[in-house]
């Protein structure tokens, strides 16, 4: 019942209006697999470079992460660099630079061929495709995205999204997708590329699922103390994955279900640098916000 | 058991994507109104010019609202023009005419005075306040504002502020009233200015509500057609106000329907110019989006 996430392992440089920090722990793969950690196995397929320090590598596979697949390649890792203003819903990046990215070729190691749970993160279409191509039969394949992508490998994402059963972007990333400023709309239309499930990502503002004739809104947690949005999204897919493989149940009130464990992850992470914010829960601290968020959301006919 | 509100009766000239319309029925007090109007008796203290067209006062008592209060003065009527681009959430105001509410000394008739509920609608805090000193004893006091009054008239709306039960306004009004950037903190700021319950709209995001420790997050009604957000606040603030005083029930409970039901009427106000789209609405209407809102935010422990 694990899942299998690829994406990047970066060192990102994040500056914020409560403090900065400079090459720590980051990258799609890395939010999406500590906090996925809590609920279920995980395993990644990424890449690092030489440079990489060994102690982050033994860190995730101290929680418990399946470090397989994840290559050290020569030459110099990843790295991201952004700022945040007063208003963390607008980020600004300062400086990408890919290295041993740029020619990162997901290769699913043989033992991992067979995970049931999938999660393509954000890196380019064609080669979340790569991956869907070299695993046997996943139950559940969900992708994520990038304005970059929607903008500059539109028709390679639309085939790539096609072949998926959820998708989860942004709400900007939504109505630039569907090229729709209704966010319902815009949710419609991404339904109609293909996946059973849209999920959008509003921040602050909470997420939204989409399935058919269906809408769950869901709250943000009230987090008094957001100090670095980095990494809140895949977090959330995290949270959301991991409890659906943990359950392996795919009825509609468990999605649900997922994607307030998805919000109770991205609200951890996003209470400190890297994945600090993640570090060392209980489960008793993510069922206190599980049930937060339930006391929260309810009202009586 | 009916509400008194106080406001603007206005001419609003409004351009968006979809169309325009030139010197249609607005102004806070008439959207109030209007929502309000399906759930309980109102009645209006504004003001209007002599050139104010007579139908629309017919239209307004037409309803079953009490326009024993509203005077026609000498002069013009108050005007708005504003325009909306594709992102709803952002108005350009084009021109504001204050004309005859320039003057506006809101005097509540003798008849009016023992109303138990009294809505402030965005006007001077001190005119507010005014109103406060003719009325006796009300049950409830909500009082909204704007971005206007909180750089200019600070001093003056924090007076009264402190002698409100709820207050009802905008996230970045929140944020800016508290000067705080936090949303969570900013309305726990905005409560220890002395309202027991802070409302904090937030459009296509839904509403947040504060109250003690307590916080309730209501979602957006899913409006696939967005037509014109002018007085989306206004009509919020008439379905919450109007639920209470239909009810009489200040408990904790009640309250969040009060907040489900002005979302509600939000949601149809959106739906074309003026007050159209609250226009020749059912109970039916009504209670069925209600049950669309339960149902899209429920989820299971």
Known sequence: MGILVVGSVALDSVKTPFGEVSEALGGSATFFSVAAGYFTDVAMVAVVGTDFPHEHIEYLSGLGIDVTGLVVQEGRTFRWSGSYGYDLNERDTLETQ????????PVVPESLKAMEYVFLANIDPVLQRSVLSQVTRPGLVALDTMNFYI???KEELLETISKVDVI???DSECRELALEPNLIKAARVVLGMGPETVIVKKGEHGAMMFTGDECFSAPAFPCEDVF???GAGDSFAG????HLARTGDL????????????TVMASFSVEAFSVKGMESLTLSDIEGRYRVLKDM???EL
Do not use: C, K, Q
């Open 297 to 299: 959301s309810h009202f």
């Open 168 to 170: 989860v972007l942004n």
């Open 239 to 242: 949270g959301f994955m991991g």
């Open 251 to 262: 009825s509609a009130p468990n999605v649900r279900r997922a994607v307030i464990y998805g």
């Open 98 to 105: 890919l290295n041993v990215f740029e020619d990162f070729l």
């Open 228 to 230: 670095d949005p980095t």
């Open 151 to 153: 903008e500059g490998r």
